[in-house]
DNA sequence: CTGAAAGCGCTAACAA
DNA sequence: TTGTTAGCGCTTTCAG
C-alpha cells in the first residue's frame, strides 16, 4: 500500500524523469520542461496535464541535468574561516536565507585558516561550478582568483582585495566602531589599553589591528607593544593571549579583543585568575555575536551586523549574474558601531589617579 | 602576460573541457578520461601527456556532467536543526572533514526546527541527487522518507526513528550521561532538581527529558511538573525558562538542561536575578560543547561526543553506498558521560538540612 | 591498451 | 502553441 506501480525488489530504482511525465501527461518532454519552468506560452489544458503527472510521479527535476545544459548551476559559494566560530554560522544562516530567497543554493567552505584548504575550497567551488562566490576570509591567492575570472565567476570579498575585473569587495568601516570603543575606554579613564589581534595573515585582522593602533593615537595614548598580542580569533587563543599578558610585569587596564570568541577567552583566564571584570580590567570584543548578550558579565563589543554582511554580499553576486544589472558599485560599505554592555568600567587605579587630577564622572 | 592565447575580451570564455585537453595531449577523450580517473591500464607515456595538459590547461573536470553520466553526486546531506546552534557547526566541521576525506562533498541544511524548512531541505537534497543524507534533528515526514528510499538514496537518523528499509539510526545512550548527573546532583544533596528540554516535538528532545525523568526516580526523587520547562534549545529560551522558574514560589535547587545552550541562558537569568552559580543553583548542560568548559563559572555538562555522531553517520553512510560492504549493524551507539566542572555544588539550604540528618560531604 | 560512439536528463533552438 | 532534435561534458560500453 505503500507504492504504487514499481517494481517490490528495490535492485530496480524507478527512475523518475522528464520522460516519464510526459508520457503520462500525453505531451512532449518539451511541454513539460515548459511547463515546469513557468513558459507562459503553455495551454493551460496541457500545462494541467504535465501538473497533474508531476505530482502523481512525485518527479523532481535533475539539478545536475539543469545545470549541465544551462550552465547556471544555481549554487553560490560561501568561504570561511571557521565554522566553530559563532560569527560564522551567524553569517551562514542569512546568507542561506536571501540565497534560498533566490532559489539559489549555498555551497560552504570552512578553510580553517590554513592556505592549503583555501585551495581546496575554491577548487571544490570551481568543480561544482558556483555561479559567484563569496569569500569570508582572509586573502587568496591570485592564481585561484584567475581561475574564477577565467570561468566567469563573479567574486565578492568582505575586505580590502585585490581590485579585479570581476572582484568586488565589501569594505569594512573598521574605524567608526573601534574609534567609539577607544573613545568609550579613554573617557572612562584608560589609558593602557591592550589589543588583542586575530592571526596577522587576515587581513581583516590585520585591519582592526593597524584601526586599533590608529583610534589609539586619535586619542593622544600610546601603545605599549608588550601589550599587542596576537591571538587567533578562538577562546583557547584568547585565554592564552591574555594570560601571556598576566604574565607581564606591567598590565594594562583594558583590553580590547579582535573578536567576540577572543574576548571570551580573556574573560576565561581573568575568570580563572580571580580576577573581576570589569572592576580589574575592562574588555571590548568585536562581532557583536549573539551570545555576546550573555556572557557574565555581558560583553561590550562593537558590531559588525552579518545580517548587513550578507544580504550586501548575496545582493552584489546576484546583481552581477543578470546582464541586465552589472552596473553596480564595486564597493559597498559596512558600518560597525559600539554596542556598551557590562564589561566596561573605570580603571582599577581609578581613585589613586583622582587624588592628582579630576577625571570624568561614571557613566 | 596572465593568460594564455585565450581571446582578451571577457565575452569569450575559455571553456576548458575533456575535449581540448584530448586534443592537447593528442589523445581521445575516453583516455583523458581513464586517466584522470586513475584506471590502471592507461600507457604510461600517455598518462603521462595527459596529467601535462590538464597542469598546463588548468583543467577541473565537470561535477554536473560527471555525475548525470556516473548517478553519483558524491554529495552528503547533512540537515541539522539550527546551525546557530554551536553543537551543530562543531558537528559539521567533523562530518566535513571525513566526508571530503573520502571524496564527499556535503550539502547542508538548517531546519530551524520548522518542518516546512525540513520538507524543503530534503528536496533540496532529493534534487541535488545527494548520494545519502544524515539527519540531525527532529523526525522527518513519511513521505519523504518514501522519496529517499524510492531513489534508493541511504538515510541516517541520530535517534530513534521509524526503522525503515534504508534507514539507519544512530542511537544516543542518554541514559548513562544524565543518570551520572542526577546522581551527581543527588550526591551533593539536591533532592529538587528542575528540567529545562528541548522543543518536545523534536524526538531527542524528548527522549532526553524522558531519560532525566527515569533517572529521577532510580534516583528515589520525585518530579515536580511545575519545575519541567519546555525550552526551544536557545540562549534565549534558557534564560525565559529559568525566569519562569524563578517566579515560581518554590524553586528546585539545581537545574539540569537539555543542551548546552539553554544552561548558558539559565546562567544569564540567574546572573541577572544576582543569584550565583552554584552557590544557589547547580547546573549541568547537555553537549559539551568547546564553550561550556570557557563558561563562567565552567559549565558541568553531559557530553555527546560530535566527532563520534559525525564519524559513525558518514561511516553508516558511505559503508552503505559501496555494494559491498552493505551489511553493517543497523543501530550505532553513541555514548554520552558526565563532566563535572564548576556549575554544580551543594544545594543552598545543605547547611539547614545537615541540621537534621548528615549529607555526603562535598568533593 | 586505445578510440569511437552511445547516452545520462534536461534545455533551447528550430520546425511544424 | 507544440514537438523534434541537437547537444551540455563526461563515463562507459564495445570494437579494434
Not at 574588555?283 to 545580517?307: N, Q, V, W
Request: aromatic share 6%; proline share 6%.
Amino acid at each position: 500500500m505503500k507504492r504504487s506501480q514499481n517494481s517490490i525488489d528495490s535492485s530496480t530504482p524507478p527512475k523518475i524523469d522528464i520522460r516519464n511525465v510526459a508520457a503520462r501527461a500525453r505531451v512532449s518532454i518539451a511541454t513539460v520542461s515548459r511547463t515546469i519552468n513557468h513558459v507562459p506560452t503553455v495551454d493551460p489544458v496541457l500545462a494541467a496535464r504535465v501538473w497533474k503527472a508531476v505530482t502523481e510521479l512525485n518527479y523532481f527535476p535533475n539539478t545536475q541535468a539543469r545545470a549541465l545544459v544551462s550552465g547556471k548551476s544555481k549554487l553560490l559559494g560561501l568561504i570561511v574561516s571557521e565554522i566553530t566560530n559563532p560569527f560564522f554560522p551567524e553569517l551562514i544562516q542569512e546568507f542561506e536565507q536571501v540565497a534560498v530567497a533566490h532559489g539559489y543554493e549555498i555551497l560552504i567552505g570552512s578553510t580553517n585558516y590554513e592556505t592549503s584548504t583555501m585551495e581546496l575550497c575554491a577548487r571544490r567551488m570551481l568543480e561544482r561550478k558556483v555561479d559567484g562566490v563569496a569569500i569570508m576570509t582572509f586573502g587568496i591567492e591570485d592564481f585561484l582568483l584567475d581561475r574564477f575570472a577565467v570561468d566567469n565567476i563573479p567574486v565578492v570579498f568582505i575586505d580590502p582585495a585585490p581590485t579585479r575585473p570581476l572582484s568586488n569587495v565589501l569594505a569594512v568601516d573598521y574605524y567608526a566602531g573601534i574609534y567609539e570603543g577607544v573613545q568609550h575606554l579613554a573617557v572612562l579613564g584608560h589609558r593602557k589599553i591592550g589589543f588583542i589581534s586575530g592571526p596577522l595573515r587576515l587581513r581583516s585582522a590585520e585591519s582592526r589591528k593597524a584601526t586599533f593602533l590608529g583610534c589609539l593615537h586619535s586619542a593622544g595614548l600610546k601603545a605599549e607593544p608588550a601589550w599587542l598580542i596576537e591571538g587567533d580569533h578562538t577562546l583557547d587563543g584568547g585565554r592564552d593571549a591574555m594570560q601571556k599578558i598576566l604574565a607581564l610585569p606591567k598590565h594594562p587596564t583594558a583590553i580590547m579583543c579582535s573578536n567576540d570568541m577572543t574576548a571570551i577567552g580573556v574573560q576565561h583566564a581573568l575568570f580563572e585568575a580571580k580576577l573581576k571584570v570589569p572592576d580589574d580590567f575592562s574588555l571590548i570584543g568585536f562581532d557583536d555575536i549573539h551570545l555576546a548578550e550573555y556572557t557574565i558579565p555581558p560583553l561590550t563589543t562593537i558590531r559588525m551586523s552579518c545580517k548587513d554582511l550578507a544580504n550586501k554580499a548575496v545582493d552584489n553576486l546576484l546583481s552581477r549574474l543578470k546582464p541586465a544589472g552589472a552596473k553596480l558599485e564595486a564597493v559597498s560599505k559596512i558600518n560597525t558601531r559600539l554596542i556598551v554592555r557590562q564589561t566596561t568600567g573605570l580603571p582599577k587605579d581609578a581613585l589613586l589617579d583622582l587624588i592628582d587630577k579630576p577625571r570624568p564622572k561614571t557613566r
